[in-house]
């Protein structure tokens, strides 16, 4: 039996351990995000019973609003889905990249990481079970099949440590395991075993009564030997800067972070928005200085199911045009899913010859729709990054402010006057020397999060070449003759469509 | 290199955007298309018994029949049918216009081989124009001339990528009393676009004849709920889904609930709650409590008490249930006429709220005191009130003529009806002269609480002119006309026997036949309940929710909806538009 320091930790962490093992309400399969986020509480809690320091779980908690952004919908006809997606991926860098709010990742990854997550948390579950049928063998005398059972727990423990909310589980689950194989007569794998643990927990200590005093007596040389050593001095760096670094599920702090790590094998872990690393190391102690270089990358992919319908009603919802309270079943069972306080959302149309777009934020807690001001792109896309700026302070300000002027009770897009109160991008401000195109292209180039591969891509017109001598000259001459040639064109297209085509009623399209 | 370069591309750019421009206004010229208008169904199939999904199984269905009509003004402007196998279809083309209705039925092939509906619905009323962009509904077809449950759409968010429907409620989260949302003597209306208000009502009462005693509360409700037909979700104002918890400082729910109240429609999504009975100390009293409930305004200012342009709260004097509130646009203001207190007295008074100043006024007097009585605005924008009762008069068949000029309130009797009705069904008719109700059922004496089980036509100035049978005496009913057919039909109610009453249609033989009317039909509720509300729904359905039904040997308030389906659609040339 696993001792802590203090009887009442001891009868705390037996309970906890009881628990664990009788409540499958806790620690039964979660199935949403914002359950996942509970879950992480509680067992943040009960790690933090034996641990004064703040645990993976518990960091997790914070104060500034969490923000979840729908991608950008088209609202009628004449747009193509693919403006609205690209322009509303670089709003939601925009909104992630100011720092003001915790943004969380588009639902496509939301969706991906909740079944990895799910993954993970069955095998951890499964190992849990395990756990406590070995403790139930060893009882039993069955050391044997206690060490068969006990290894395949610590083996799914260890592979999943990364999502692992009670990294106590696994110290424990060491612990038997050294004492099941020791019964069994493995005493190579025994003294592995409990020095691991011994390094994991030197502050324990093990129950006379229960584990062998063999055992007992490598333990206590072993912690002598992990205290003798003193700490070691680790840097961990990663491929992303403010990635978290956890050593034995115990946050230490973001990358590129030094810590202090007692001498012997421990488990480490980093975790940040590229993925995670995780390794076994040995810390050699003395006052040495190790390195680290964590490559973070995203765990296997999961293959996740269908979008589910709330969500897409959501978007069609958004879609339409007309929207407000009615979307309040929706985005109530999305805030709740994502454990999001705020959702906002961009509409774009095509009117008049340039894209509208429109920013919207939903506060979960005031149950209030708010509304920005309307950012207009011309259908070039010139005043692309001011445009896209504006509408993520915009939205940034809504989600941090609420401003009830804002709030609206409905919307009908469709019904809209063409003029309206807008916040228009001056193209004349662009930053000189970044042209239009270049500046989609390079968007374009960013990952996607929702990484779905773009069917087609925004064609700006080609490149134009120039020299230094009279190059801006040059160029304003060329926009100059194609921007009538294209107002030309528009004019003869547009006697097409309001001279010669005008609708003769409307069209309905009916499925049962 | 360069100006080589720029040589090249000189002339090519230019180009490039001519035929850009060309090819997207031309494009977009060519495809031009007008507005769409998406409509996705699901239906109850009481055949099966069950809710259907885009009726792919729905028993015995063969057909599609598509209608677009403007019901107000009888046309139906074209029609075409579809295999129900086609899962789909599209008409091009649709006449632009106002108060446009998509009707959907259903069709089954009889034994005879015709093809008859079996279950229909339409959207609620929309204009469409070119200028109008794209709209979208998700509509439920009812069972034809049945009850049937209202569907909501649920899905669970871990396990379905599809929605299911199931049988709506009324919202039980964050109520007041907590507990059970089941209600009678709630009120209801029905606001533009397919939503159905309703506001408070009862949980428990104990004494619910309504036949000119008081009803005996033992609580009420103060929420404001609504059913968005087009979407199929009920909405409680005074829950805050995104928080899942009650609004703040009991915010979107009345200041005082109430039952036996009235809620008149003062603007496409505006509402006057006026009066009814409450609950104080444990006793059932009078409220004259008046709020404004609008949908169109802010979550958490939906609901607010009216106010005068100081801000000082107005309410009704006496506080009284059982009254009428009339609304007339032109001066935009409310009447209210007659009521009873909980003592039993039955008022005469005669109120008036300017909606612009939100100012209620003392405008004098009934010529008769009356409570249980109706009242309906005529087409020169005055206030007919029929019938009722009152302990000295007994049940009354006089009828009176409330004119509000410049803020004074005139008084006329006008001719009476044939016989002396209170809690009585009414609606106005769109046949013969301006101006005509029915009334049908109620109690006819107020000392023998006996029922009448006759229809009269009332004409304005000539007073009753034409009676009819009804199946068996009821009370407590609802009366509707139906657009195209001039039917009527009676909703609700309870027979001589105290027994619930489903619905009864009534068909219209011409107003030379000998008997305007004729019973043609009749359908129990799927749950037999009485004390319930009906309103009819611009799609053409009925709906019916609460009231009071049996659960084993005992009677509860329910908190379940139905729709009835008196199929009413124009007939349409089959050959399309």
Known sequence: MVDDSAPGARLLATWLAALLVASPVAFGPTTGWAQQQGDASEAGASEGAQTSEPSQASSEASQ???????????????????????????????VSGDGRLDTLPSFAVMQREEATRVRS???????????????????????????????????LLRANVADLQNFDVLADATAKLAWAYYEAGY????????????????????????????????????????????????????????????????????????????????????????????SQILVRGRDTRETYEATLSQ?????????????????????????????????????????????????????????????????????????????????????????????????VEMTLNTP??????????????????????????????????????????????????????VQPPPPIEDDEKDGKAGKWILVGVGSAALTAGLVIGGVFLFGGNNPDGFQTEVSW | MNQTLRATFGPIIPSILLCAGLA???????????????????????????????????????????????????????????????????????????????????????????????????????????????RSYRLMLAAAEVFSPVGERYSDPQTSAQWDYRQVRFDDRGLSGGGFAGRTGHRTGVASGGRVLFVAGAPNVEQTLLDGTVPELNGVHDDVQFYDTTRGRMINLGYNPGADRPRRDGADRLAVGRAYHTVTKIGPQRFLVAGG???????????????????????????????????????????????????????????????????????????????????????????????????????????????????????????????????????????????ERYGFGLTTVDFGPNDSIVACGGYTSFTTKDKIGTCEL???????????????????????????????????????DGEPVGATRFAFRGSSASSFFEPDGSAQMGTSRYGASSEQLTSGLIIVSGGVGESGSSEVTLDTLEYYNPVDIVPAAESGN
């Open chain 1, 187 to 278: 005493d190579f794998d025994a003294r592995s075993y409990i020095k691991e643990y011994a390094h994991l927990r030197p502050d324990a200590s093990l129950d006379q009564d229960e584990f062998p005093p063999e055992l007992k007596t490598i333990f206590e040389e072993e912690v002598n030997k992990v205290r003798e050593a003193g700490t070691s001095t680790l840097t961990i760096e990663a491929n992303q800067e403010g990635a978290t670094v956890y050593v034995d599920g115990v946050e230490k702090g973001k990358t590129p972070a030094t810590v202090d790590v007692r001498f012997g094998a421990h488990y480490l872990v980093v975790k940040g928005e590229k993925g995670r690393w995780t």
């Open chain 2, 24 to 134: 997207f206004g031309g494009a977009v010229g060519c495809g031009a298309e007008g507005p769409s208008v998406d409509v996705e169904l699901y239906g109850y199939d009481a055949a099966a018994g069950r809710f259907v999904s885009r009726l792919g199984d729905y028993v015995g269905a063969e057909q599609v029949r598509v209608t677009l009509s403007r019901p107000l003004s009888d046309e139906s402007i074209s029609s075409q049918t579809f295999p129900v196998g086609d899962g789909s279809a599209s008409l091009p083309e649709l006449q632009f216009g106002n108060d446009t209705r998509l009707e959907f039925t259903l069709l089954e092939r009889s034994t005879d081989g015709e093809l008859v509906p079996l279950a229909s619905g339409a959207t609620p009323l929309f204009d469409v124009q070119p200028d109008s962009e794209d």
């Open chain 2, 277 to 419: 009975l409450t609950l104080e100390d444990g006793d059932t009293v009078a409220t004259g409590a008046l709020e404004i409930v609008d949908l169109d305004r802010l979550a958490g200012e939906r609901v607010r008490s009216l106010e005068d342009e100081s801000g000082a709260i107005q309410s009704m004097e006496p506080a009284r249930a059982f009254h009428t509130a009339t609304y007339l646009p032109e001066p935009n203001v409310v009447v209210l006429a007659g009521g009873l207190k909980p003592n039993g007295t039955v008022v005469s008074a005669v109120e008036i709220i300017d909606l612009e100043s939100g100012t209620i006024t003392s405008a004098g007097d009934l010529e008769a005191s009356r409570a249980q009585h109706r009242a309906v605005r005529t087409s020169s924008g005055e206030v007919w009130v029929l019938g009722g009762w009152a302990p000295a008069s007994g049940a009354l068949r006089e009828t009176e003529l409330l004119t509000v000029e410049d803020g004074a309130l005139s008084v006329e009797t006008d001719d009476p009806m044939k016989d």
């Open chain 2, 458 to 496: 009332v004409v304005l100035g000539t007073g009753s002119q034409e009676t009819w049978q009804m199946p068996q005496p009821v009370s407590g009913l609802d009366v509707f006309s139906l657009d195209g057919s001039n039917d009527l039909v009676t909703v609700g109610g309870r027979n001589a």
């Open chain 1, 121 to 155: 948390t069955t095998a951890i579950n499964e190992a849990r079970k395990k756990y406590t049928s070995g403790i139930g063998l060893i009882e039993a005398g069955e050391y044997q099949r206690a060490a068969d059972t006990l290894q395949e727990a610590v083996d």
């Open chain 1, 64 to 94: 500034t609003p969490t923000l979840a952004v729908l991608p950008a919908q088209a609202v009628g006809s004449g747009i193509q889905e693919l403006v609205p997606r690209r322009i509303g991926e670089m709003v939601r860098d925009r």
């Open chain 1, 404 to 457: 009830t002027d804002r709030a609206f009770q409905r919307v009908d897009l469709t019904q809209e006057p063409e003029a309206d109160a807008r916040a228009e991008a001056d193209p004349k401000e662009e930053a000189p020397g970044q042209t239009d195109d270049q500046q989609i292209e390079e968007q374009a180039e960013e990952p996607s999060d929702t990484e779905e591969p773009a069917a087609e891509s």
């Open chain 1, 299 to 395: 765990p296997e992919r999961v293959e996740v199911e269908e979008e589910p319908a709330y969500f897409t009603q959501l978007l069609s919802g958004i879609a339409d045009g007309i929207f407000g309270a009615e979307l309040g079943p929706e985005l109530a069972e999305f805030v709740e899913q994502s454990g999001a306080d705020d959702v906002a959302w961009m509409t774009m149309q095509q009117r008049d010859g340039e894209f509208r777009a429109i920013p919207f934020v939903y506060s979960a807690d005031e149950d209030l729709y708010l509304r920005g001001d309307t950012v207009t792109f011309d259908l070039e896309l010139s005043n692309l990054r001011l445009g896209v700026d504006e509408l993520g302070k915009q939205i």
